[in-house]
């Protein structure tokens, strides 16, 4: 399996764009642990922007054997990477932007441009123009990359590409910051550099993210009544997925459930009996797993849930849900209507929980200008992003949802999918605090 590894010396924006792209990569490196990896397990190694010298050139060997024995190393905005590299020859130059304010003036204009005939493949994802912004330093021409991003009037490279190095190494170097920025939430042009820099590299290594490994589902029988115990038509919605469900009592829960990768709760279940399970069920989401709480919650039997709220049911547009957020594909195949089963708004929900912290909603239930959150998607907070998800959603049973159209009754099984496909992906800012 290819991977790509991600370093930083901890600041916040670099830590802030990992959880961003965290989907696209398989490693978080913190720079002083770099001697206690083997760099070679991974084919590309990222070191983010603005990682501090005296960090990284500690382990200038390491970094550079890791070119020599065939790796890709990509270098965003270091200073002294001059003095890093072994592996090419590059001299930095104190280049600078002559008017960072460009950008705010009518006939504003920025000194970079990319090179005529520049055929690569960086291209085929990255518009040049979410290139320009200041960067710090460049490159003499001297070097035997290939130049991406140049300044004009002199011989200067902002963005260089060293492929095919002694050994089947490659080095990307660039003096421009987009994780700083955009872990800043400053400058959105680097936030959409990013959203193509990492479709390319996860290319070019020819790497595919989408594609879904095997997948368990524990259906969990806590309710007594058959139709809801054991959906009759659940199963065949997961035909061609990679996945499959099977269903479990409670009393007790199995071992087996616990080595499932998602495990789905009903909503008529003995919240009692739940809360005896709470730190068995924490400790699965911290280690990864993924839950999905089908609960109007009378008792908050896990630590960040809230209890259940209902909205006004007059007039009755409040009880219609409405999809605010979906980075996860959740409801993709969803109508408009989905919410009402044979018609009756109100049947999927009737009301929200407060948004415990880390959380994101999804969908809205209330006045127009309400927007309570009827679902929402937390998850365990990790340094890595490493930690489980767990998809909340404040109503009736949604194993029914929708009940028509092209694809009937399959919202469960579009979220189990959807948790499989970005597992990876962090729920924004959910790693900030960092919990036992």
Known sequence: MKKIAYVTTGTSAQLIS????????????????????????????????????????????????????GGFLLIFALNHVDQLLDVVNIECVNSKIKDWLWWTKPDGKIELFVPENTNHSFFEYVKPEHLRWHWHGAFKGNHKGTT???VEDTDESVIVDFKDLEGGGRVFITTLDPHSHNGQRFMPVTTKLLQEFYPWINNELGIDRNNIKPFKVAYLQTTGIDSENTPPFLSNTFKGTNGQIDYFGVRPIPDEVWECDIIYIPSICDQILMQQYSDKIMDYVKNGGQLILNIEVAICWLPFL???????????TNLKVKVENDPFEFFKNM???FDGWSGIVGQYSRGFTELPDYALGLTSIGAENAKYSSDYIWQYPSLDGSGGKVFVHNGDNMVRYPDHGEHKECLVRDICVGLMKYRKAVVPFAGVQVQG
């Open 18 to 69: 990992y959880w961003d792209y965290a989907h696209y990569m398989d490693q978080l490196i913190y720079a002083d642990d770099l001697p206690n990896f083997n760099l070679e397990e991974f084919d590309a190694v990222i070191l983010s922007c603005h990682c501090q010298s005296d960090r990284i050139l500690p382990h200038k060997k390491q970094l550079n054997n890791y070119v020599k024995n």
């Open 148 to 150: 991406l991003l140049a």
């Open 306 to 316: 809230k209890p259940f709220r209902t909205v006004p049911p007059v007039p009755y």
């Open 335 to 337: 109508p408009d209507d």
